[in-house]
């Protein structure tokens, strides 16, 4: 069965970069029709896509976050990791690592889910 | 940009039903997905392509649509549905996502 796992420091510093990695576990990367992706949740409030990586590299970014925002995959690790950068206290948030299923007709849905990591971003 | 709009709450008493909506353009042409988030979890996929129900979800979800609203309806309800309920679609291409805010359903 396929399992995703976050990873990284639970604490970064305002203005620095935060970094965490997803390893997959019980399936390949190198998948066709799934995506890679990154959401964040701040506490007590909604989901966000943050964005995507197909294991061709192929990268999607939600438009809110983009310049700030770099998702990479190490398909010999069988890992994918997003990089934000310049954070301030509204990054924090649980951020979640998932397998997203794309199909014809615009079918794109989440099968599996990491349990989540969360960043506080404090000085 | 698209946006999904969901109730931020509904409430029911158990063994009644529950309906949550979710509305926004893009529904009217590509599929809503339905997740279920409980404190401390990740999310959890109730309802795929609009109706579709994943294997090991329960009877009494299941999923509807109407031009540019969809709608989870949970047939009697019981104490452990209550949680977090995330309508969820994206662009023809499968190459964005978009969140509703979410509807935080409570069994009274």
């Keep these: 069965q396929l399992q995703l796992q976050e990873s990284g420091p639970g604490l970064v510093k305002p203005s620095e970069t935060l970094s965490l990695t997803c390893t997959v576990s019980g399936g390949s990367i190198n998948s066709n029709n799934y995506y890679w992706d990154w959401i964040r949740q701040p506490p007590g409030k909604g989901l966000e896509w943050i964005g995507s990586i197909y294991y061709s590299g192929s990268t999607y970014y939600n438009s809110s976050l983009k310049s700030r925002v770099t998702i990479s995959v190490d398909t010999s690790k069988n890992q994918f990791s997003l990089k934000l950068t310049s954070v301030t206290a509204a990054d924090t948030a649980v951020y979640f690592c998932a397998r997203r299923l794309v199909a014809r007709a615009g079918i794109s849905y989440f099968q599996q889910w990491g349990q989540g990591t969360l960043v506080i971003v404090s000085s | ?108």
Excluded at chain 2, 25 to 39: F, G, V
Excluded at chain 2, 82 to 93: L, N, P
């Design chain 2, 1 to 108: 940009s698209s946006e999904l709009t969901q109730p931020p709450s509904v409430s029911v008493s158990p063994g009644q039903t529950a309906r949550i909506t979710c509305s926004g353009n893009s529904l009217a042409q590509q599929y809503a997905y339905w997740y279920q988030q409980k404190p401390g979890q990740a999310p959890l996929l109730v309802i795929y392509k609009d109706s579709e129900r994943p294997s090991g979800i329960a009877e009494r979800f299941s999923g509807s649509s109407s031009g540019t609203t969809v709608t989870l309806t949970i047939s009697g309800v019981q104490a452990e549905d209550e949680g977090d309920y995330y309508c969820q679609s994206g662009d023809s291409s499968g190459t964005y996502v978009i969140f509703g805010g979410g509807t935080k359903l409570t069994v009274l």
